[in-house]
């Protein structure tokens, strides 16, 4: 690696932290801004004065917001995300099952679009033009049109109200076989395929375009070899750095479809304990469970960044 790829890439980690230490600013005042004053909530309307100022001086909630943001931060630094104010156990204990449970669903997502949206993507780049390309595009402008809790909400009165093939609801608890886990996961997967897939498709289908451009591309036609053995021997190992980010770049989507899906398939992960967090104004798991959502974008956005950058022919 030279010294201006490594500088970027550099570059590139080092405003992945500073964006981090933003977004974590912006969490912690967001989440102050909510309505309602928590210790007044978790002790009820009839609690007397006395008791609502001692509960918030026992959680720190009278100091004011600089302080606690920085004892936040440092609980962060050190693997403390603090004690949930609602159930009163810590916030790393709520989250682990549910992050276990948000990483299969988001696995399981993965693993069936990934493979069909390149699919679609790279045979559409071969038959650029054609029938088949032009519904694959039609189609995927569509999906991408169709917000995630509509494809949810119609994937809900398909195959649970009219066919009622599948469950409304999905309890990961519940999977005791394989088609226990089929059940389970049918409805939230189709529905986060569709919000990955649709933009995979274009980037890989545009990426492949791209690459049949080059010379030595048109030089192989030249010399009589068959499309698909351009593109798969010629085209495709050029185009997979574009590729690899487009797939990176598409499951950053996967994490902002995810919080609606829990949430209308009452699916226990992550998104659906920060929903649940909300009503109870229990700041620490709010926070800490945002943190996670926003760590995950930019994790896979800034690889997305540097394959971008590693795969530069340029900087080669």
């Not at 989250?95 to 949206?117: C, D, E, Q």
């Amino acid at each position: 690696m030279n010294n201006p790829v490594l500088s970027l890439v550099l570059g590139r980690l080092l405003i992945a932290v500073v964006t981090l230490l933003i977004v974590s600013f912006a969490v912690f005042f967001a989440t102050t801004l909510l309505p309602g004053d928590t210790a007044t909530i978790l002790l009820g309307q009839a609690a007397t004065p006395e008791a609502v100022a001692g509960l918030r001086n026992a959680m720190h909630l009278d100091e004011p917001a600089l302080f606690r943001f920085l004892r936040w931060i440092v609980g962060l630094l050190h693997g403390d995300l603090g004690t949930s104010y609602a159930n009163e156990m810590p916030v790393a204990e709520l989250i682990a099952g549910r992050f276990i449970n948000t990483m299969k669903l988001a696995g399981v997502t993965a693993l069936f679009s990934v493979p069909i949206a390149l699919s679609l993507g790279i045979t559409a780049a071969m038959l650029r033009g054609s029938l088949y390309d032009r519904i694959v595009t039609i189609l995927t402008i569509g999906v991408i049109s169709v917000p995630e809790f509509m494809v949810a909400t119609s994937a809900v009165l398909i195959f649970a109200v009219y066919l009622k093939w599948l469950p409304a609801l999905s309890f990961a608890n519940e999977i005791h076989s394989l088609s226990d886990m089929l059940r389970v996961y049918a409805m939230p997967v189709i529905t986060l395929t569709f919000v990955v897939s649709a933009q995979m498709i274009r980037m890989t289908r545009a990426a492949v375009i791209e690459t049949l451009k080059t010379p030595y591309v048109e030089m192989a036609l030249l010399k009589g070899a068959s499309r698909p053995r351009i593109v798969f021997r010629h085209a495709l190992p050029n185009a997979l750095g574009p590729i690899v980010n487009a797939v990176a770049l598409s499951l950053s989507y996967l994490l902002g479809g995810v919080i609606i899906v829990e949430t209308i398939f009452n699916y226990p992960g992550i998104a659906k304990l920060m929903v649940d967090a909300v009503a109870t104004r229990d700041l620490p798991l709010i926070q800490s469970c945002a943190m996670i959502f926003c760590l995950g974008y930019l994790i896979l956005i800034t690889a997305a960044d540097i394959i971008a950058i590693l795969s530069n022919p340029r900087l080669r």
